[in-house]
Protein backbone atom coordinates (compact mmCIF):
# COMPACT_ATOMS: atom_id res chain seq x y z
CA UNK A 1 0.00 0.00 0.00
CA UNK A 2 2.84 2.10 0.89
CA UNK A 3 4.70 1.89 -2.35
CA UNK A 4 2.08 2.16 -4.39
CA UNK A 5 1.27 5.48 -2.43
CA UNK A 6 4.84 6.32 -2.88
CA UNK A 7 4.44 5.59 -6.55
CA UNK A 8 1.42 7.56 -7.26
CA UNK A 9 3.30 10.66 -5.68
CA UNK A 10 6.14 10.32 -7.81
CA UNK A 11 3.71 9.69 -11.00
CA UNK A 12 1.76 12.95 -10.43
CA UNK A 13 4.49 14.84 -9.17
CA UNK A 14 6.47 13.96 -12.75
CA UNK A 15 2.92 14.81 -14.69
CA UNK A 16 2.81 18.13 -13.51
CA UNK A 17 6.45 18.94 -14.17
CA UNK A 18 6.12 17.75 -17.62
CA UNK A 19 3.00 19.82 -18.09
CA UNK A 20 5.17 22.61 -16.32
CA UNK A 21 7.59 21.95 -19.07
CA UNK A 22 5.49 21.90 -22.22
CA UNK A 23 3.75 25.30 -20.54
CA UNK A 24 7.04 26.63 -21.26
CA UNK A 25 7.35 25.54 -24.06
CA UNK A 26 4.23 27.68 -25.57
CA UNK A 27 4.94 30.48 -23.38
CA UNK A 28 8.53 30.71 -25.10
CA UNK A 29 7.25 30.27 -28.53
CA UNK A 30 4.49 32.83 -27.56
CA UNK A 31 6.79 35.39 -26.31
CA UNK A 32 9.82 34.80 -29.48
CA UNK A 33 6.36 35.45 -32.09
CA UNK A 34 6.35 38.71 -29.85
CA UNK A 35 9.66 39.93 -29.96
CA UNK A 36 9.61 39.48 -33.68
CA UNK A 37 6.08 41.40 -33.45
CA UNK A 38 7.49 43.95 -31.96
CA UNK A 39 10.57 44.59 -33.03
CA UNK A 40 9.09 44.83 -36.68
CA UNK A 41 6.62 47.53 -35.20
CA UNK A 42 9.14 49.51 -33.87
CA UNK A 43 11.40 49.44 -36.83
CA UNK A 44 8.61 50.20 -39.07
CA UNK A 45 7.16 53.23 -36.49
CA UNK A 46 11.16 54.52 -36.31
CA UNK A 47 11.21 54.55 -40.37
CA UNK A 48 7.84 55.95 -40.92
CA UNK A 49 6.72 58.43 -37.63
CA UNK A 50 3.80 59.72 -39.54
CA UNK A 51 2.09 56.48 -38.08
CA UNK A 52 1.89 58.25 -34.21
CA UNK A 53 -1.06 59.69 -35.95
CA UNK A 54 -3.05 56.59 -35.81
CA UNK A 55 -2.82 56.29 -32.23
CA UNK A 56 -6.25 57.67 -31.45
CA UNK A 57 -7.84 55.10 -33.94
CA UNK A 58 -5.66 52.26 -32.72
CA UNK A 59 -6.79 52.92 -29.15
CA UNK A 60 -10.41 52.60 -30.24
CA UNK A 61 -10.05 49.87 -31.98
CA UNK A 62 -8.41 47.86 -29.27
CA UNK A 63 -10.89 49.45 -26.89
CA UNK A 64 -14.02 48.14 -28.73
CA UNK A 65 -12.58 44.78 -29.43
CA UNK A 66 -12.18 44.17 -25.70
CA UNK A 67 -15.17 45.76 -24.78
CA UNK A 68 -17.01 43.04 -27.31
CA UNK A 69 -14.95 40.28 -26.82
CA UNK A 70 -12.77 40.47 -24.02
CA UNK A 71 -14.78 41.98 -21.01
CA UNK A 72 -13.60 38.65 -19.50
CA UNK A 73 -10.19 38.59 -19.86
CA UNK A 74 -9.64 42.75 -19.62
CA UNK A 75 -8.27 42.74 -16.00
CA UNK A 76 -5.30 40.65 -17.46
CA UNK A 77 -2.31 40.15 -14.77
CA UNK A 78 -4.90 40.62 -12.15
CA UNK A 79 -7.03 37.91 -13.53
CA UNK A 80 -4.12 35.45 -13.02
CA UNK A 81 -3.00 36.43 -9.70
CA UNK A 82 -7.02 36.20 -8.88
CA UNK A 83 -7.12 32.42 -10.71
CA UNK A 84 -3.76 31.63 -8.50
CA UNK A 85 -5.57 32.61 -5.24
CA UNK A 86 -8.79 30.66 -6.12
CA UNK A 87 -9.04 28.85 -9.23
CA UNK A 88 -12.55 28.72 -10.59
CA UNK A 89 -12.16 29.43 -14.28
CA UNK A 90 -10.34 28.44 -16.79
CA UNK A 91 -8.81 31.63 -18.20
CA UNK A 92 -10.03 32.29 -21.91
CA UNK A 93 -7.50 31.22 -24.74
CA UNK A 94 -8.48 34.64 -26.40
CA UNK A 95 -6.16 36.21 -23.64
CA UNK A 96 -3.54 35.16 -25.53
CA UNK A 97 -4.38 36.55 -29.35
CA UNK A 98 -6.02 39.40 -28.08
CA UNK A 99 -3.15 40.81 -25.68
CA UNK A 100 -0.70 39.78 -28.58
CA UNK A 101 -2.40 42.05 -30.97
CA UNK A 102 -3.30 44.94 -28.47
CA UNK A 103 0.50 45.38 -27.61
CA UNK A 104 1.80 44.75 -30.89
CA UNK A 105 -0.85 47.47 -32.39
CA UNK A 106 0.09 50.37 -29.55
CA UNK A 107 3.82 49.84 -30.01
CA UNK A 108 3.17 49.92 -33.91
CA UNK A 109 1.09 53.91 -33.39
CA UNK A 110 3.66 54.97 -30.92
CA UNK A 111 2.08 53.93 -27.03
CA UNK A 112 4.42 54.14 -24.35
CA UNK A 113 4.43 51.06 -22.65
CA UNK A 114 5.90 47.65 -22.24
CA UNK A 115 5.77 43.98 -22.98
CA UNK A 116 6.88 41.73 -20.06
CA UNK A 117 3.15 42.47 -19.04
CA UNK A 118 2.06 40.71 -22.28
CA UNK A 119 4.41 38.03 -21.76
CA UNK A 120 3.30 37.06 -18.67
CA UNK A 121 -0.71 36.74 -19.60
CA UNK A 122 0.36 35.03 -22.75
CA UNK A 123 2.72 32.28 -20.75
CA UNK A 124 -0.16 31.86 -17.93
CA UNK A 125 -3.05 32.15 -19.77
CA UNK A 126 -1.74 29.12 -22.88
CA UNK A 127 -0.56 27.25 -19.83
CA UNK A 128 -3.84 27.06 -18.38
CA UNK A 129 -5.37 25.35 -21.85
CA UNK A 130 -3.20 22.17 -20.59
CA UNK A 131 -6.48 22.21 -18.04
CA UNK A 132 -8.39 21.49 -20.96
CA UNK A 133 -6.72 18.53 -22.23
CA UNK A 134 -5.70 16.89 -18.76
CA UNK A 135 -7.55 16.52 -16.17
CA UNK A 136 -5.95 18.44 -12.90
CA UNK A 137 -6.76 19.86 -9.33
CA UNK A 138 -7.36 22.98 -8.56
CA UNK A 139 -3.86 23.06 -6.50
CA UNK A 140 -2.16 21.75 -9.97
CA UNK A 141 -3.69 24.48 -11.69
CA UNK A 142 -2.50 27.14 -9.21
CA UNK A 143 0.92 25.90 -10.37
CA UNK A 144 0.32 25.85 -13.89
CA UNK A 145 -0.54 29.15 -13.95
CA UNK A 146 2.39 30.51 -11.47
CA UNK A 147 4.99 28.44 -13.49
CA UNK A 148 3.33 30.00 -17.08
CA UNK A 149 3.52 33.33 -15.54
CA UNK A 150 6.94 33.30 -14.58
CA UNK A 151 7.92 31.27 -18.20
CA UNK A 152 6.72 34.37 -19.91
CA UNK A 153 8.50 37.02 -18.25
CA UNK A 154 11.59 35.03 -18.09
CA UNK A 155 11.41 33.92 -21.51
CA UNK A 156 10.64 37.81 -22.54
CA UNK A 157 13.49 39.39 -20.83
CA UNK A 158 15.98 36.71 -21.35
CA UNK A 159 16.07 35.80 -17.01
CA UNK A 160 14.76 32.22 -16.70
CA UNK A 161 15.70 32.15 -13.14
CA UNK A 162 14.07 35.79 -11.78
CA UNK A 163 11.02 34.08 -14.30
CA UNK A 164 11.14 31.62 -11.94
CA UNK A 165 10.70 33.60 -8.69
CA UNK A 166 8.45 36.01 -10.63
CA UNK A 167 5.59 33.82 -10.75
CA UNK A 168 5.49 32.66 -7.36
CA UNK A 169 6.77 36.48 -5.67
CA UNK A 170 4.05 38.26 -7.74
CA UNK A 171 1.40 37.17 -5.83
CA UNK A 172 1.55 38.38 -2.43
CA UNK A 173 2.72 41.34 -0.68
CA UNK A 174 5.11 41.24 2.21
CA UNK A 175 5.50 37.32 1.97
CA UNK A 176 7.58 35.11 -0.61
CA UNK A 177 5.52 31.84 -0.45
CA UNK A 178 6.84 29.07 -2.40
CA UNK A 179 4.70 26.67 -4.01
CA UNK A 180 5.69 25.53 -7.43
CA UNK A 181 9.65 25.99 -7.25
CA UNK A 182 10.48 23.26 -9.00
CA UNK A 183 7.75 23.62 -11.71
CA UNK A 184 8.30 27.60 -12.23
CA UNK A 185 12.17 26.38 -12.60
CA UNK A 186 11.29 23.62 -15.12
CA UNK A 187 8.73 25.85 -17.44
CA UNK A 188 11.04 28.77 -17.22
CA UNK A 189 14.00 27.14 -18.25
CA UNK A 190 12.18 25.38 -20.81
CA UNK A 191 10.53 28.66 -22.32
CA UNK A 192 14.16 30.63 -22.48
CA UNK A 193 15.62 27.50 -24.19
CA UNK A 194 12.44 27.84 -26.85
CA UNK A 195 13.07 31.75 -27.35
CA UNK A 196 17.25 30.83 -27.81
CA UNK A 197 16.86 27.83 -29.96
CA UNK A 198 14.31 30.49 -32.19
CA UNK A 199 16.68 33.03 -31.98
CA UNK A 200 14.33 35.41 -30.45
CA UNK A 201 15.14 38.98 -31.09
CA UNK A 202 16.42 39.60 -26.99
CA UNK A 203 17.91 43.02 -25.83
CA UNK A 204 21.36 43.33 -24.75
CA UNK A 205 22.46 46.02 -21.85
CA UNK A 206 25.67 47.05 -21.31
CA UNK A 207 27.53 44.64 -18.47
CA UNK A 208 28.14 45.85 -15.11
CA UNK A 209 31.26 47.02 -14.93
CA UNK A 210 31.91 46.29 -10.92
CA UNK A 211 32.51 48.18 -8.20
CA UNK A 212 34.04 48.36 -4.59
CA UNK A 213 32.54 46.81 -1.94
CA UNK A 214 32.41 48.90 1.21
CA UNK A 215 30.22 50.24 3.63
CA UNK A 216 30.12 53.83 1.97
CA UNK A 217 29.23 52.48 -1.50
CA UNK A 218 26.18 50.64 -0.08
CA UNK A 219 24.76 53.63 1.49
CA UNK A 220 25.07 55.33 -1.68
CA UNK A 221 23.03 52.38 -3.01
CA UNK A 222 20.46 52.75 -0.21
CA UNK A 223 20.26 56.43 -0.84
CA UNK A 224 19.59 55.90 -4.55
CA UNK A 225 17.03 52.63 -3.57
CA UNK A 226 15.22 55.11 -1.77
CA UNK A 227 14.95 57.80 -4.04
CA UNK A 228 13.35 54.92 -6.64
CA UNK A 229 10.96 53.32 -4.36
CA UNK A 230 9.77 57.13 -3.68
CA UNK A 231 9.50 57.20 -7.77
CA UNK A 232 7.98 53.30 -7.55
CA UNK A 233 5.03 54.75 -5.00
CA UNK A 234 4.10 58.07 -7.37
CA UNK A 235 4.03 56.14 -10.22
CA UNK A 236 1.35 53.32 -8.80
CA UNK A 237 -0.65 56.21 -7.20
CA UNK A 238 -0.28 57.97 -9.99
CA UNK A 239 -1.74 55.10 -12.74
CA UNK A 240 -4.53 54.20 -9.84
CA UNK A 241 -5.93 57.87 -9.56
CA UNK A 242 -5.54 58.17 -14.00
CA UNK A 243 -7.49 54.95 -13.86
CA UNK A 244 -10.05 56.20 -11.53
CA UNK A 245 -10.30 59.52 -13.63
CA UNK A 246 -11.06 57.79 -17.15
CA UNK A 247 -13.37 54.82 -15.83
CA UNK A 248 -15.82 58.26 -15.88
CA UNK A 249 -15.82 57.82 -19.43
CA UNK A 250 -19.32 56.11 -19.78
CA UNK A 251 -18.22 54.30 -23.19
CA UNK A 252 -15.43 52.21 -22.56
CA UNK A 253 -13.90 52.06 -26.40
CA UNK A 254 -13.42 55.82 -25.92
CA UNK A 255 -10.99 55.71 -23.23
CA UNK A 256 -8.12 54.54 -25.16
CA UNK A 257 -9.55 56.92 -28.12
CA UNK A 258 -9.38 59.69 -26.38
CA UNK A 259 -5.81 58.56 -24.58
CA UNK A 260 -4.65 58.42 -28.38
CA UNK A 261 -5.24 61.98 -28.81
CA UNK A 262 -3.92 63.62 -25.54
CA UNK A 263 -0.69 60.88 -26.06
CA UNK A 264 -0.37 63.16 -30.03
CA UNK A 265 -0.67 66.45 -28.61
CA UNK A 266 1.19 65.87 -25.48
CA UNK A 267 4.47 63.75 -27.57
CA UNK A 268 4.08 67.09 -30.27
CA UNK A 269 4.13 69.52 -27.43
CA UNK A 270 7.12 68.04 -25.72
CA UNK A 271 8.88 67.37 -29.17
CA UNK A 272 11.48 64.88 -28.72
CA UNK A 273 9.72 62.56 -29.14
CA UNK A 274 11.82 60.07 -27.24
CA UNK A 275 9.54 58.80 -24.78
CA UNK A 276 6.66 56.87 -27.46
CA UNK A 277 7.15 52.74 -27.71
CA UNK A 278 9.63 50.99 -25.49
CA UNK A 279 12.82 53.18 -25.31
CA UNK A 280 15.02 50.75 -25.41
CA UNK A 281 17.62 52.56 -27.04
CA UNK A 282 17.19 55.80 -24.17
CA UNK A 283 17.74 52.69 -21.52
CA UNK A 284 20.93 51.67 -23.52
CA UNK A 285 22.40 54.91 -23.64
CA UNK A 286 21.81 55.51 -19.66
CA UNK A 287 24.04 52.33 -19.08
CA UNK A 288 26.66 54.26 -20.69
CA UNK A 289 26.30 57.68 -20.44
CA UNK A 290 24.60 60.56 -18.02
CA UNK A 291 20.56 60.95 -18.46
CA UNK A 292 18.51 64.05 -17.97
CA UNK A 293 16.04 63.98 -14.57
CA UNK A 294 13.49 64.57 -16.81
CA UNK A 295 13.72 61.23 -18.37
CA UNK A 296 12.09 59.41 -15.99
CA UNK A 297 9.25 61.69 -14.97
CA UNK A 298 8.68 62.19 -19.06
CA UNK A 299 8.32 58.42 -19.43
CA UNK A 300 5.92 58.26 -16.09
CA UNK A 301 3.67 60.06 -16.85
CA UNK A 302 3.18 59.15 -21.28
CA UNK A 303 3.21 55.28 -19.71
CA UNK A 304 0.54 56.09 -16.73
CA UNK A 305 -1.56 58.11 -19.74
CA UNK A 306 -0.79 54.99 -22.00
CA UNK A 307 -1.63 52.25 -19.62
CA UNK A 308 -4.67 54.20 -17.70
CA UNK A 309 -6.75 54.63 -21.12
CA UNK A 310 -6.89 50.94 -21.66
CA UNK A 311 -3.56 50.49 -24.10
CA UNK A 312 -1.64 47.39 -24.15
CA UNK A 313 1.61 46.66 -23.12
CA UNK A 314 2.33 46.26 -19.43
CA UNK A 315 4.60 48.90 -17.30
CA UNK A 316 7.84 46.81 -17.49
CA UNK A 317 9.96 48.04 -19.67
CA UNK A 318 9.08 51.48 -19.22
CA UNK A 319 9.86 51.39 -15.31
CA UNK A 320 12.98 49.90 -16.11
CA UNK A 321 13.40 53.13 -18.62
CA UNK A 322 12.82 55.40 -15.20
CA UNK A 323 15.12 53.67 -12.84
CA UNK A 324 17.78 53.30 -15.58
CA UNK A 325 17.47 56.88 -16.38
CA UNK A 326 17.36 58.09 -12.38
CA UNK A 327 19.76 55.77 -11.71
CA UNK A 328 21.92 57.29 -14.50
CA UNK A 329 21.32 61.01 -13.51
CA UNK A 330 21.87 60.53 -9.81
CA UNK A 331 25.43 59.56 -10.98
CA UNK A 332 25.93 62.90 -11.23
CA UNK A 333 24.84 63.50 -7.91
CA UNK A 334 25.82 60.68 -5.96
CA UNK A 335 29.67 59.68 -5.89
CA UNK A 336 29.02 55.90 -6.96
CA UNK A 337 29.45 54.61 -10.56
CA UNK A 338 27.09 55.31 -13.18
CA UNK A 339 27.14 51.69 -14.06
CA UNK A 340 25.86 50.52 -10.72
CA UNK A 341 23.35 53.03 -10.46
CA UNK A 342 22.06 52.74 -13.72
CA UNK A 343 22.18 49.25 -13.73
CA UNK A 344 20.59 48.81 -9.76
CA UNK A 345 18.20 51.43 -11.05
CA UNK A 346 17.13 49.17 -13.89
CA UNK A 347 15.59 46.38 -11.42
CA UNK A 348 14.46 48.60 -8.26
CA UNK A 349 12.28 50.60 -9.99
CA UNK A 350 9.67 47.42 -11.24
CA UNK A 351 10.64 45.79 -8.33
CA UNK A 352 9.32 48.11 -5.93
CA UNK A 353 6.18 48.81 -7.71
CA UNK A 354 5.51 44.92 -8.45
CA UNK A 355 6.30 44.10 -5.25
CA UNK A 356 8.76 41.35 -6.42
CA UNK A 357 12.18 42.99 -4.91
CA UNK A 358 13.47 38.99 -4.99
CA UNK A 359 12.18 38.20 -8.48
CA UNK A 360 14.39 41.81 -9.59
CA UNK A 361 17.14 41.26 -7.59
CA UNK A 362 18.17 37.64 -9.58
CA UNK A 363 16.88 39.76 -12.73
CA UNK A 364 19.41 42.24 -12.16
CA UNK A 365 22.20 39.84 -11.85
CA UNK A 366 21.32 37.72 -14.83
CA UNK A 367 21.22 40.78 -16.55
CA UNK A 368 24.42 42.46 -15.89
CA UNK A 369 26.23 40.16 -13.95
CA UNK A 370 26.16 37.98 -10.77
CA UNK A 371 28.48 40.93 -9.38
CA UNK A 372 25.84 43.39 -9.12
CA UNK A 373 23.81 40.58 -7.00
CA UNK A 374 24.58 42.42 -3.41
CA UNK A 375 23.74 45.94 -4.62
CA UNK A 376 20.90 44.73 -6.63
CA UNK A 377 19.40 43.40 -3.25
CA UNK A 378 20.19 46.07 -1.41
CA UNK A 379 18.81 49.04 -3.61
CA UNK A 380 15.24 46.54 -4.60
CA UNK A 381 14.42 46.10 -0.81
CA UNK A 382 15.08 49.57 0.37
CA UNK A 383 12.88 50.47 -2.70
CA UNK A 384 10.35 47.72 -2.39
CA UNK A 385 9.97 49.39 1.31
CA UNK A 386 9.86 52.73 0.58
CA UNK A 387 7.56 52.57 -2.10
CA UNK A 388 4.28 51.47 0.22
CA UNK A 389 1.91 48.66 0.49
CA UNK A 390 0.29 49.13 -2.88
CA UNK A 391 1.25 47.99 -6.07
CA UNK A 392 0.70 48.40 -9.71
CA UNK A 393 -1.73 44.43 -9.23
CA UNK A 394 -4.50 45.21 -7.10
CA UNK A 395 -5.37 41.58 -6.88
CA UNK A 396 -2.02 40.95 -5.13
CA UNK A 397 -2.85 40.08 -1.41
CA UNK A 398 -0.93 41.51 1.76
CA UNK A 399 0.40 40.23 4.68
CA UNK A 400 -1.22 39.23 7.11
Given amino acids: MLRREFGQKIYRRGRLLALSGAGGVLAGLSATLFLYGLKWATDYREAHPMVLFGL ?10 YYLYGKDITAGNNLIIDEIHQPSKVISFRMAPFI ?18 TAVQMGASLSDQLTHFFKVTPQERKVLLAAG ?7 AIGAPFAGALFGMEMNYIGRFKVFALIESLA ?9 LLLSAPHTDYAPFSGSEMSLKVFLYVALAGVLFGILARVFVKSTHLAEGLFRKVKFPPFKPFLGGLLLLALYALEGSYRYDGLGLDVIQRSLLSPSSFLDPLYKAF ?9 FKGGEFIPMVFMGATLGSALSLWIPASLSLLSSVGFASVFGAASKTPLACTVMAMEIFGWRLGPFALVSCFVAYFVSGSKGIYSSQKSKP
Avoid: N
Avoid at 56 to 65: K, M, Q, S, T, V
Avoid at 100 to 116: D, K, L
Fill in 100 to 117: FVGTVATHFFGGSAGREG
Fill in 302 to 310: FTVLTVSTG
Fill in 56 to 65: PLAGLLIGWA
Fill in 149 to 155: AGAGFGA
Fill in 187 to 195: ASFFGYWTT
